[in-house]
């Protein structure tokens, strides 16, 4: 890579933006050096499923022909996008080999806003099927591999969009958020990643898995490019009827309007801190804390005491809905079909043995059990209730402070296939980060250092209250500033 | 069947009128070429998502208050899990838990006896596409036109006890969704079908027998007939010692049986659970208010008023309120004759003759009430007879022209000058010297040869009261 290209993918996306709006830079030169760094990084890390290559150039090249538009706030910027989210005219394929070479002709509410706003897509980023895992290892593809450390996973399920986006590939990306899938990956690869209130972003053309649960998010390299990335896909969409129909704060506004922490109250919550968390995160999500305090913020106990129900409720819930929600891959009208079906039974058994894997159809199997008759009541009823309650535990907490903080996972990176053979002990990576998406409101993940045993980054999780957004960006843009962020991975390229 | 009784409760399927479909703006319309009513929602694309048709949910609330239900104020759509081809999402969108009416009944009256039938609920959901199975190539296709067009079912208890109280109460709903518009009641196409649970118990008996559910019944005349055979089919099981399974049958109306189509083991779990994609459907107080305002006079209210208020026999009433655009046409035309009896008459008799011949309704000709009243007038004034009515009606009801300038304009009015007619009762008796004779030797029904005569030569114009006593004068 040229000097030029490895300068420019270390922008912030704000300072790319700007810098293509005064024509300092034009699309075409920024666009070639993602493609560069793509070129450069993807043999190693394996984050992208659809790499748009050339086209993005023709792309970039009739932006500058047509010349910035201050309508367009992201106007020239290269971003990639989950693939969980369908693009019109670009393969999408979630992960899973059930979709084959689908392609869908309608963009997703977000994928449309990008593009409205200017933006570039490069392709498309890879994840675990049907976003089921923590590490982009249940991708039926390949697995992808942090940057910072290429022997250790990204995290899940958005893995390939935090990879992409601390390696330098884009400025910016778009993933979805279940029970952490945006902000654990967002921390094992010292990104930010924002998970907004459920309704904030449409999910029209968000490949459903947990339906009640599923969030579309930015990850980042900075809390202010979250904020724009935010500004754009935030809003109403009739086709989502669980949208919400509540005006888009301004939260470029609410980043500029507070410039220390003074007033803001930080809770920390019991059951967040000490057992099963590894003391190199405890240690550096303290001294984030402790960064925050002299900031003005003051430090707030509060409890939230049916987290410990949460894996179980969120592991009941989610595989409900995912049972439903993946029927209608049964190899009739598209994605992969079986050869020469006996009959019915058979065309649908093997299309969907074929081409689910196995954490899927573990989730499938879960699912259709926990709804069946005579378990409904045991399970599904029950986990319905236990979540109101956790609902009302976060609204009892954040009714005595503003910000709820703890980290987004209890380890640093792990080394890939360490945990592929004991799911129980997977499902529990997302301790911290699941109970939240039960409860419907916005979080977001900031980089808060290196672990001081194992060198990859530590995130720093923050809660606010919903469609808090606003606040919640602003609080950590200020505590982020003091703290510095990694920027963009060197190590990766050519490892 | 002295032994047994039977015991029935319907569910039934209504279209609704809606443009569009349930969850997506696909058009309902009836008869595209396959697979063009189709979008990514309703053929169950990645990543879509229903948004529910406002229109519909407030014709489910119409139907509930029309037949006395309780409408929910919060309903819930729940999805009903099964796979099957002409199923792209994989699970029908229906509501489980909490329909949006429930609560509500029916009165029906069977030779004489008026009946209460429970209501248990209405729910909405959306239909299937259909699958189409070809001989030719040994293929089968899929056709997702109807894929997401809004359905009620409507379910009962089971409160009916024979095919006739099952026909009854069928036929009841079927002029309420017609009255209201919220179905078009196409038995033929499907807008309107219905599936009978059937079973049988010894007279006295409070527990219910093992029930069957009858399928495939899309006519009135159907559901009559297989519920029949129904009840005499279980009640051979039981004769000949034999339980009776529970199971859904298929009707066959060329054969007239009932066909098993699969048992209670291959019963479906629907593993129903409330879609995370819909937020629980609300209906503010205010709309609950101003449809219940606005319902109209129902049929069998509508009856009574026509049977006090203009005299009706109970059947004519029935026929004239099956179909509010008829009942509508009667009363209009009514108003500006004052003969109800004469306007019944008239609209069962020609009306319906040339509606049928058409193939046609009421609301689809030319021909404005205003026009029938005025021919029933000009009838009874004695401008035309009613045999010149009958034979202008097909002309006046293709196109629309008011029937006094009509028959007119073409000189049908009828001759009612004496001296016009004595000229042909004059020349009739001359013409026909042994039909005379015979009249004279007392076969006087020979009086209507004459007439035929008469109307022949005045080209029937001639006022039949007065040729009839002139006749009889001269024939003496």
């Known amino acids: ?495 | 069947m002295a032994l047994y009784e039977a015991v029935i409760g319907l569910e039934v399927h209504a279209q609704l009128r809606t443009r569009s479909k349930l969850f997506c703006s696909c058009s309902t319309a009836f008869g595209a070429a396959p697979n063009t009513n189709v979008c990514e929602v309703c053929s169950g694309m990645p990543g879509v998502l229903p948004v529910p048709n406002a229109r519909a949910v407030e014709y489910a609330a119409r139907m509930g208050m029309a037949v006395n239900c309780t409408v929910n104020p919060v309903s819930v759509f729940a999805r009903k899990n099964y796979f099957y081809p002409d199923l792209p999402k994989g699970y029908q969108i229906s509501q489980f838990e909490t329909p949006i009416c429930e609560h509500g009944h029916l009165d029906i009256t069977v030779n004489g006896q008026t009946r209460r039938i429970g209501i248990t609920r209405i729910h909405m959901e959306d239909d299937a596409g259909k699958n189409i199975h070809s001989a030719g190539d040994n293929a089968s296709y899929v056709d997702l036109n109807r894929s997401g067009v809004p359905l009620i079912e409507i379910v009962s208890e089971p409160d009916m006890r024979s095919a006739e109280e099952a026909v009854a109460y069928l036929k009841a709903l079927h002029a309420i969704v017609v009255y209201l518009g919220v179905c078009d009641g196409n038995m033929e196409e499907g807008s309107f079908r219905c599936d009978a649970n059937v079973s049988i118990r010894p007279k006295g008996q409070q527990e219910f027998g093992t029930r069957a559910e009858l399928k495939n019944l899309n006519s009135f005349r159907n559901v009559q007939r297989a519920i029949e055979y129904e009840i005499a089919r279980q009640q051979d099981v039981l004769e000949d010692g034999d339980a009776v399974v529970q199971e859904t049958r298929l009707y066959d109306a060329v054969k007239n049986v009932t066909v098993s189509m699969r048992g209670k083991e291959e019963a479906h779990d629907y593993r129903y659970f409330p879609d995370p994609d819909l937020m629980p459907v609300r209906i503010a107080a205010e709309d609950l208010a101003r449809w219940r305002a606005d319902l109209p006079e129902l049929p069998q209210a509508r009856r009574a008023r026509l049977m006090e208020q203009h005299g009706l026999s109970e059947q004519d009433a029935e026929v004239l309120t099956a179909d509010r655009a008829l009942a509508d046409f009667f009363e209009a035309a009514t108003a500006v004759c004052g003969q109800p009896k004469k306007v019944s008459n008239m609209m069962q008799g020609a009306l319906l003759r040339e509606l049928n011949q058409r193939a046609v309704t009421v609301d689809a000709i030319a021909m404005r009430p205003e026009a029938l009243g005025e021919l029933v007038r000009i009838v009874e004034a004695g401008l035309i007879s009613a045999k010149i009515a009958n034979d202008i009606f097909g002309e006046l009801l293709e196109s629309g022209a008011m029937p006094e300038a009509f028959v007119k304009e073409r000189g049908l009015v009828q001759i009612s000058d004496t001296s016009a007619i004595e000229t042909a009762v004059d020349e009739a008796i001359a013409e026909n010297p042994a039909e005379v004779e015979a009249y004279k030797g007392g076969k006087t029904k020979l009086i209507s040869f004459f007439m035929g005569q008469i109307m022949r030569k005045t080209k029937g114009k001639a006022n039949p009261a007065l040729v009839t006593e002139l006749l009889q004068k001269k024939l003496g």
């Open chain 1, 1 to 495: 890579m040229s000097d030029t290209s490895t300068a420019i993918v270390s922008l912030s996306l704000a300072d790319v933006r700007d810098r293509l709006a005064r024509r300092e830079l034009t699309a075409e030169q920024v666009t070639a050096a993602c493609l560069d760094r793509i070129a450069a990084t993807e043999p190693a890390i394996a984050a992208l499923l659809t790499n748009r290559g050339e086209a993005v150039l023709a792309e970039a090249r009739a932006l500058d022909g047509a010349g910035p538009d201050p309508a367009k706030p992201l106007w020239g910027v290269p971003l990639t996008v989950k693939d969980a989210l369908t693009t019109a005219g670009t393969r999408t394929t979630c992960g899973s080999r059930i979709l084959g070479d689908f392609t869908p002709h309608y963009d997703a509410f977000a994928v449309a806003r990008l593009r409205e706003a200017g933006a570039v897509i490069l392709g498309k980023t890879n994840m675990d099927e049907f976003a089921m895992g923590s590490s982009t290892e249940n991708s039926a593809f390949a697995p992808t591999r942090n940057p910072w450390n290429v022997a250790r996973v990204p995290g899940g399920s958005s893995g390939g969009s935090a990879a992409s986006v601390a390696a330098g590939q884009c400025f910016g990306s778009l993933g979805t958020d279940t029970g952490g899938s945006i902000r654990q990956p967002a921390s094992l690869c010292g990104c930010v990643g924002l998970k907004p209130t459920y309704g904030r972003v449409s999910r029209f053309g968000l490949v459903a898995y947990g339906s009640s649960l599923d969030q579309i998010g930015p990850l980042t390299r900075t809390v202010e490019d979250a904020a724009l990335l935010l500004s754009v896909i935030a809003g109403h969409d009739p086709r989502d009827a669980t949208s919400a129909a509540l005006p888009v704060d301004d939260y470029m506004g609410a980043l500029a309007a507070r410039k220390d922490l003074s007033g803001v109250r930080i809770g920390v919550p019991r059951e967040f801190r000490g057992e099963g968390i590894d003391p190199e995160v405890s240690a550096a999500c303290q001294a984030a804390l402790d960064k925050a305090q002299e900031l003005g913020a003051s430090i707030v106990d509060v409890e939230l005491p049916h987290t410990p129900y949460s894996i179980a409720a969120y592991y009941i819930i989610a595989p409900a809905e995912a049972s439903s929600n993946l029927a209608r891959f049964d190899g009739v009208r598209y994605g992969r079909r079986a050869e020469s079906p006996r009959d019915l039974a058979d065309l649908y058994v093997r299309s969907r043995a074929e081409g689910f894997g196995d954490e899927v159809q573990r989730r499938i199997m879960l699912g259709t059990y926990v709804l069946s008759s005579g378990y409904y009541d045991a399970y599904y009823r029950k986990a319905a209730q236990v979540r109101r309650l956790i609902r009302e535990d976060y609204e009892k907490a954040l009714a005595r402070c503003d910000v709820l903080c703890g980290p987004a996972s209890p380890v640093t990176a792990w080394g890939l296939g360490e945990l592929t053979s004991d799911p129980l002990k997977m499902y529990m990576m997302d301790v911290f980060t699941l109970s939240l998406n039960l409860a419907g409101l916005p979080g977001l993940c900031i980089p808060v250092g290196m672990g001081g045993r194992s060198g990859m980054p530590v995130g720093l999780q923050m809660l606010g209250r919903a469609f808090g957004e606003g606040d919640l960006l602003a609080a950590a843009n200020v505590l982020s500033g003091a703290l510095g962020v990694p920027g963009v991975a060197p190590a990766c390229e050519g490892a």
